[in-house]
């Protein structure tokens, strides 16, 4: 089983600013098969990027993905209100699909 | 409009079980491998089990040999047989539609409200 670890575990910031998460995978995910989501409070998760830097259609700009192998990043260059939320990465490079633990990005 | 509804969760004792139900409409349902991914109360999200159009299927660790997927393509519908529920199981269990159409590994693009499932004496 691959095990993502992400951080940090909260990321306490104010809107405007930018928001750097990160996932690390304890071995190098096929094909960069990554994919980050988010999930507001009593909703259902939200896919943003997939294959590990690749926009879902109607994300907006300001939401980014990086990295390769075990290192993945999701930035949030200047944060608005509605981005508040739980941030969690995913892997789909082999037939058992695991999830990080999530970051929580709160307001300062 | 692509959507995905879940039913079938419910209060039952440790040792039970229950078939979850997921209704897709608005895709071609039989192109589409499809997900369950559960999150317990306060926790984070853990994909639980999928299933090709063809009806291949794959399963996390903690639910092999309890749980068993299946669909129904001529209903648009997913199902999810979970026996033997221990405490741990209880979670709200989300299905999730595949974002890429064939067998092949992909994200998830689509997903229901979830429907909960509580274990409990």
């Given at each position: 089983e691959i095990v993502l670890t992400q951080s940090p575990g909260t990321l306490s910031l104010s809107p405007g600013e930018r928001a750097t998460l990160s996932c690390r995978s304890s071995q190098s995910i096929n094909s960069n098969y990554l994919a980050w989501y988010q999930q507001k409070p009593g909703q259902a998760p939200?896919?943003?990027?997939?294959?590990?830097?690749?926009?879902?259609?109607?994300?907006p700009e300001r939401f980014g993905g990086s990295g390769s192998g075990t290192d993945f990043t999701l930035t949030i260059s200047r944060l608005e209100p509605e981005d508040f939320a739980v941030y969690y990465c995913q892997q789909y490079g082999n037939s058992l699909y695991t999830f990080g633990q999530g970051t929580k990005l709160e307001i300062k | 409009e692509v959507q995905l509804l879940e039913s079938g969760g419910g209060l039952v004792q440790p040792g039970g079980s229950l078939r979850l139900s997921c209704a897709g409409s608005g895709f071609s349902f039989t192109t589409?491998?499809?997900?369950?991914?559960?999150?317990?109360?306060?926790?984070?999200?853990?994909w639980v089990s999928r299933i090709t159009g063809g009806g291949f299927t794959s399963y996390a660790d903690s639910v092999k040999g309890r749980f068993t997927v299946s669909r129904d393509n001529s209903k648009n519908t997913l199902y999810l047989q979970v026996n033997s529920l221990r405490a741990e199981d209880t979670a709200v269990y989300f299905c999730a539609k595949s974002y890429y159409y064939g067998s092949g590994s992909s994200p998830m693009d689509v997903w229901g409200k979830g429907t909960t499932v509580i274990v409990s004496s």
């Amino acid at each position: 089983e691959i095990v993502l670890t992400q951080s940090p575990g909260t990321l306490s910031l104010s809107p405007g600013e930018r928001a750097t998460l990160s996932c690390r995978s304890s071995q190098s995910i096929n094909s960069n098969y990554l994919a980050w989501y988010q999930q507001k409070p009593g909703q259902a998760p939200r896919l943003l990027i997939y294959g590990a830097s690749s926009r879902a259609i109607g994300i907006p700009e300001r939401f980014g993905g990086s990295g390769s192998g075990t290192d993945f990043t999701l930035t949030i260059s200047r944060l608005e209100p509605e981005d508040f939320a739980v941030y969690y990465c995913q892997q789909y490079g082999n037939s058992l699909y695991t999830f990080g633990q999530g970051t929580k990005l709160e307001i300062k | 409009e692509v959507q995905l509804l879940e039913s079938g969760g419910g209060l039952v004792q440790p040792g039970g079980s229950l078939r979850l139900s997921c209704a897709g409409s608005g895709f071609s349902f039989t192109t589409y491998a499809m997900n369950w991914v559960r999150q317990a109360p306060g926790k984070g999200l853990e994909w639980v089990s999928r299933i090709t159009g063809g009806g291949f299927t794959s399963y996390a660790d903690s639910v092999k040999g309890r749980f068993t997927v299946s669909r129904d393509n001529s209903k648009n519908t997913l199902y999810l047989q979970v026996n033997s529920l221990r405490a741990e199981d209880t979670a709200v269990y989300f299905c999730a539609k595949s974002y890429y159409y064939g067998s092949g590994s992909s994200p998830m693009d689509v997903w229901g409200k979830g429907t909960t499932v509580i274990v409990s004496s």
